[in-house]
């Protein structure tokens, strides 16, 4: 399953990348504004296609304007250093805009082509997509080693003391990022699809927002954010339409990602969310409302983790983890999640509190792996599969207590190697069930079929005696 899954968000990732490039492609024109009020960079674009770089002029409170060929700053097609500046506030209108925001302005200028790479092929086989997520086989972009010097990790952001507003407005955006501040960046998007990156972004709070706030128009959007360090809160909204949000190698305080919108009868609103390397010390939160979505979370630490993915054909992986709590609801639909310590079986998985597991009504499927290390649960283990035709694999979890709820539906559980420490409960529910276990411990195990043809498959090995109840057979074959 992870394997499978892995491929689909790729598969997905590239898709949508390539549909912003196209979308996107634009010859830059129009005239921009910028002006400086009170200590504040006042930037506004007119409703043509302006590309602006925004980066630290040659003196303190000082900062430099480059615009791209066709777009003029004032009238003009110089660039413009402006003093005196504290803060920024950018509002660019209507257009297919594209904003950069750093001290170097190659860099910058790389990263928003890398965006327009995308589109000229199918597959891409490197760029944006490549350095974000990596490659199947080699990654270009190592989050452990992300090939930035020291040197580039002092000078690439551009450093703002006061608040940062962007407002994108209307029409395909794209926006750049690398700051540091020690306030508060907002990033507002507007009508259409919009692809935001924040690279070693340093900040009191980060909020992004690609969809107007009000009213029709939303957008395919991309929120990522890449090596940010944000004190207290990053949110990032994404509202309706098909959006993927990426989070990679990034601190955090509470962290919380919404990319669903208004719940109507039709399921359109298909979204994915992949978070890699993420620490946060408060809560984490993601919400992606109806529609078939994807949760792919690599190594991450925090709180508490809630997941829901609302109604639709959901897939959720995560691989290791340091938690106080997790809690995941995939609602109606079609669902598979998968919890596991990596294709090595070394990544630790390790939940303090409380793992709650509720994948809703429908033909789920649940894949629990603690590999190697085990994964362990210090409180309860609850998982509860709804009604339809489940499937659950466990293998290697340690817990305090555990307790499992095949609901109806003919489900298959199988469940090798978990040690309880106190109470141990598996009721299969209604339906013809199919129920295996081996290497099972506990201090007290009430193990149960429930209505219909039941089978129980005992394996042996366990370090607790029981008596199993409501199964027509019992054998000791495997399913």
Do not use: C
């Amino acid at each position: 399953m992870q394997s499978r899954q892995r491929q689909q968000f790729r598969s997905n990732f590239r898709s949508l990348l390539a549909v912003e490039a196209l979308e996107q492609r634009a010859m830059m024109a129009g005239n921009v504004t910028a002006t400086v009020a009170k200590g504040v960079l006042v930037i506004r674009g007119d409703d043509a296609a302006n590309e602006i770089i925004v980066g630290k002029g040659p003196t303190a409170n000082s900062f430099t304007i480059t615009p791209a060929a066709g777009t003029t700053i004032n009238s003009l097609t110089p660039a413009l250093t402006l003093t005196g500046i504290t803060k920024l506030d950018i509002r660019l209108n209507g257009g297919n805009d594209r904003l950069g925001i750093g001290n170097d302005v190659e860099f910058v200028a790389d990263m928003l082509a890398a965006v327009d790479s995308y589109g000229e092929e199918e597959e891409p086989e490197g760029g944006l997509f490549d350095w974000l997520a990596g490659d199947e086989e080699e990654s270009s972009f190592d989050i452990e080693d992300p090939d930035f010097s020291s040197d580039d990790l002092i000078n690439l952001p551009t450093r703002m003391t006061g608040r940062t507003y962007i407002e994108l407005g209307d029409g395909d955006d794209t926006l750049v990022m690398t700051m540091r501040t020690v306030d508060t960046i907002q990033i507002e998007g507007g009508k259409g699809n919009d692809f935001i990156l924040s690279v070693l972004t340093n900040a009191t709070h980060l909020v992004i927002n690609t969809d107007p706030r009000k009213g029709a128009g939303m957008g395919d959007d991309i929120a990522a954010v890449v090596l940010n360090t944000v004190r207290g809160d990053l949110a990032i909204t994404t509202g309706a339409e098909d959006d993927g949000v990426v989070v990679l190698g990034t601190t955090v305080g509470n962290l919380g990602v919404g990319t669903g919108g208004v719940i109507s009868g039709e399921i359109t609103d298909n979204d994915f969310v992949m978070f890699a390397d993420v620490s946060a010390t408060d809560n984490i939160g993601i919400l992606t409302e109806a529609g078939d979505d994807g949760v792919l979370v690599q190594f991450i630490t925090g709180d508490n983790l809630r997941i829901n993915t609302g109604s639709g054909d959901d897939q959720v992986e995560i691989t290791g983890a340091a938690l106080v709590a997790l809690a995941i609801d995939t609602a109606a639909g079609e669902d598979s999640v998968s919890l596991n310590s990596g294709e090595d079986g070394l990544a630790s998985f390790v939940v303090r509190r409380n793992l709650q597991l509720y994948t809703g009504a429908d033909d789920d499927e649940v894949e629990i792996d603690g590999g190697l290390l085990n994964l362990l649960v210090g409180g309860v283990l609850d998982i509860r599969t709804g009604q339809g035709d489940d499937l659950l694999t466990l293998y290697r979890v340690v817990a305090r207590t555990a307790s499992f709820d095949g609901d109806t539906g003919s489900d298959e559980f199988d469940i090798d190697s978990l040690d309880v420490a106190n109470n141990l409960t598996i009721g299969m529910g209604a339906g013809n069930d199919i129920l295996a276990v081996r290497n099972l411990s506990a201090r007290n195990a009430v193990i149960s079929g429930g209505t219909g043809n039941d089978v129980l498959h005992d394996l042996g090995l366990h370090d607790i005696a029981f008596t199993p109840k409501l199964f027509e057979t019992i054998d000791d074959g495997d399913i």
